[in-house]
């Protein structure tokens, strides 16, 4: 099946540090990639959608400027969260799949701590 | 009302019973249905994809479509304490697709 490897799986940083993560498709070409970030005990939240060649869709509420997404190719996409700070701990998880209407594989996700 | 909706339970079944898993839905012109399995602290794994009205089996899995009930649901036979986990509704319509927020299942030993 389709495989989507996602890098690091843990992060502990310092507050104001950025922190790059990395999601890419393995075995498929994505136009469209999702990025995820899920607090203890709670629901997916989606918090915006990967665009090859374009500009990512962000969610209400999510800062832009904050949490850039880079989807430079077809099989690669970035979040960077910049200048982080201890809220934005948190499991973030990436998806993708060979087209919105197929299903979606996930990354095994990376777990951010700012200290 | 919500786009996907799923009861957050938690749902307790006893080991070897089937746990049935519901999910309703409100763009009527949603195409695509899955069914996602969720461990504590890990990410989602596919468990099943379903594209039109009926039943589809997979092993002790079968998903069931309603599009005119708006309803999909997960059926579990021989439930498993390993199948305890947060089982997620996702559902897809052109350039977007929605989870539910997820029904914890716990399979009683």
């Known amino acids: 099946g389709a495989v989507v490897s996602q890098h690091p799986s843990w992060v502990i940083c310092k507050s104001g540090t950025s922190v790059k993560i990395e999601c890419r498709s393995l075995?498929?070409?994505?136009?469209?990639m999702f990025w995820y970030r899920q607090f203890p005990k709670q629901s997916l939240m989606l918090m915006a959608t990967?665009?090859?060649?374009?500009?990512?869709?962000?969610e209400q509420g999510v800062e832009k400027d904050k949490f850039l997404i880079n989807h430079a190719s077809l099989t690669l996409s970035t979040l960077t969260v910049t200048s982080a700070h201890p809220e934005d701990s948190s499991f973030y998880i990436c998806?993708?799949?060979?087209?919105?209407?197929?299903?979606?594989?996930f990354g095994d996700g990376t777990r951010l701590s700012i200290l | 009302q919500k786009e996907v909706e799923q009861n957050s339970g938690p749902l307790s079944v006893p080991e070897g019973a089937i746990a049935s898993l519901n999910c309703t839905y409100s763009?009527?012109?949603?195409?695509?249905f899955f069914w996602y399995r969720q461990y504590s602290g890990k990410s989602p794994e596919l468990i099943m994809s379903?594209?039109?009205?009926g039943d589809k089996e997979d092993g002790r899995f079968t998903a069931q479509l309603n599009k005119a009930s708006q309803y999909v649901s997960l059926l579990i036979r021989d439930s498993q304490p390993s199948d305890s986990a947060t089982y997620l509704c996702?559902?897809?319509?052109?350039?977007?697709?929605?989870f539910g927020k997820g029904t914890r299942l716990h399979i009683l030993p």
């Open positions: 998806s993708g799949g060979r087209g919105v209407s197929q299903p979606q594989h």
């Open positions: 075995d498929f070409q994505a136009t469209t």
């Open positions: 763009d009527r012109g949603s195409q695509s």
């Open positions: 379903i594209y039109s009205n």
């Open positions: 990967s665009n090859e060649g374009s500009k990512a869709t962000y």
């Open positions: 996702a559902v897809s319509r052109d350039d977007k697709i929605i």
